[in-house]
């Protein structure tokens, strides 16, 4: 993934459960802004990631407890890694580490967040409507490109 380029919201990363890719797309938003900010305001962002990490990622371990969703150990461990790292930067950049530090942490929640969501995210939107609504549910995807063979 190319970390010069700003890390936007696509159809891409839809996965089909409405509360989930509207709490995804606030990820990614926040992350684009640790991203692009000037060194000033590079604190406030990741504060504002971390109020936004801890509200999203109880959120996802409230629907898997809710549901007895399998894997909700595996899925809450990477959540709580990503955490730890959260705060571990916080408390540096707070301290007066250089702010590369900071964006080296959004650039690595950007490397991160693709594979999560298409891996175990997916798994539990898939689980959530399936218990929900008897299906899996079905995602339409815009202006998507494919490769040219």
Known sequence: MDVSAPFEWTDSFKLGYTPMDETHQEFVEIVNAMLVCPDGDLLKHLDEFALHGEAHFAQELAWMTASDFPSADCHAGEHNAVMKSVYEVRDLLASGADPRVGRGLAEELMRWFPGHADYLDSA????????????????IRRNMTFPQP
């Open 124 to 139: 539990l939107a898939q689980w959530l409507v399936k218990k929900k609504f008897g299906g899996v549910p079905v995602v």
